[in-house]
């Protein structure tokens, strides 16, 4: 058991008290922007991830994302200007969660071949399985030793969070500068 911290959506979190679990629900994702339309193909690939590396099912949905540290809503950027949420302090067993490297993450939204070859990836397989690379803790470490001016930052997933599992809830209406 860990802890963990999320922000999410007021109404997310209003739904997940209904239900009694908060999950990736798509109708307070990132794709209800037809700005963002474009990273599902990325989404749908980490939850297929998450399914085979866990062997949770999400059931459809994408997971939730979780940090080792409580998220700054003061500095903005969370939501969008006005918009209600709350951050979630959370405990969580260990065997649900999965650590990814959130800055190899953007190798896969952004469809870049996950490689430090001067070369692009042969095919879309070797392309995908470049992106494995974010989940392994020792390749990641090994490459800021290689590369001093890198660092790592890991982020979290999980199927679901169940409303007892929920520690504490701070409310904020976010302040800063839209997504």
């Not at 070369?119 to 992106?131: F, M, V, Y």
Request: proline content about 4%; glycine content about 8%; charged content about 30%.
């Amino acid at each position: 058991m860990a802890i963990y911290y999320t922000y999410q959506h007021a109404g997310a979190w209003e739904a997940a008290n209904e239900r009694g679990y908060l999950f990736g629900d798509p109708a307070y994702g990132i794709f209800q922007d037809e700005d963002y339309a474009y990273h599902r193909p990325a989404y749908d690939w980490l939850a297929g991830q998450y399914e085979q590396r866990t062997e949770i099912s999400l059931h459809g949905n994408y997971p939730v994302w979780l940090s080792k540290t409580r998220p700054d809503v003061a500095r903005g950027g969370y939501l969008e200007p006005g918009e209600p949420g709350v951050v979630l302090t959370v405990e969580l067993p260990d065997a649900h969660v999965l650590e990814v490297e959130a800055g190899y993450w953007t190798f896969a939204l952004n469809r870049y071949f996950l490689s430090f070859e001067d070369r692009e990836a042969k095919d879309e397989e070797e392309l995908k399985k470049s992106w494995e690379k974010m989940f392994d803790r020792d390749w990641c470490e090994a490459i800021v030793e290689e590369y001093p001016e890198t660092n790592t930052k890991y982020h979290y997933l999980v199927d679901r969070i169940d409303v007892g599992q929920v520690l504490d809830v701070t409310t904020f209406v976010e302040e800063g500068a839209a997504l």
